[in-house]
């Protein structure tokens, strides 16, 4: 668990204790998805699941190795404060939309891996909108979109709404040049 330095943890807790499940099982398939996490991996797992490097971005969620791993890897999920900190103002979790726009290659293979069958439908649907409007920021044509998605219906459906969201955030999150 994460905590503040008053002590109050950041998020539920994992019900039962010592919960032992994939790292999709617990946080994501869960919906314990809003509240960080302290996660600690052993290094011969971090090392067989590097980090994706895109060129020209510098931000990309970490959950996205989770994930893959969790395909693989069990974990032991504990509700022991193991990491105390606070957020700031101008830090990532407050930038997070806006540092996505600005790595949207990223952003659109980490929302790939969202939108496997192991993920539950409404992080999957999510997931689906994410693909498409990080797609559109990166300049991919909504027919390569479709044609890149791992669940095809699923971005059809989404195709409409995910393509309005973009244009939504691009005129609130984008500063104007």
């Not at 980090?51 to 510098?58: A, C, D, L, R, S």
């Not at 939309?97 to 949207?104: A, E, G």
């Not at 999957?124 to 044509?141: C, P």
């Not at 979109?145 to 393509?163: A, E, H, Q």
Request: glycine share 6%.
């Amino acid at each position: 668990m994460r905590a503040y330095p008053d002590g109050k943890i950041n998020g539920k807790e994992f019900i039962p204790d010592e919960k032992v499940a994939s790292y999709i099982e617990a946080r994501i398939n869960s919906d314990d998805t809003m509240a960080d996490k302290a996660e600690v991996f052993k290094t011969t797992c971090l090392k067989e699941f590097p980090f994706p490097e895109y060129p020209g971005e510098k931000f990309l969620g970490e959950d996205i190795v989770w994930v893959r791993m969790a395909r693989k890897y069990m974990m032991v999920h504990i509700n022991k404060a193991i990491y105390i900190g606070n957020y700031l103002e101008d830090g990532l979790t407050k930038n997070r939309r806006l540092n996505n726009i600005k790595s949207p290659v990223g952003c659109m293979n980490r929302a790939k891996e969202f939108m496997m069958p192991d993920i539950n439908k409404k992080h999957r649907m999510k997931a689906a909108l994410q693909h498409i409007i990080y797609g559109k920021f990166a300049g991919v044509s909504a027919a390569a979109i479709l044609g890149d998605s791992p669940d095809k219906k699923l971005t059809l459906i989404c195709l409409v709404p995910g393509l309005i969201l973009q244009k939504i955030w691009k005129r609130k999150f984008v500063p104007k040049s």
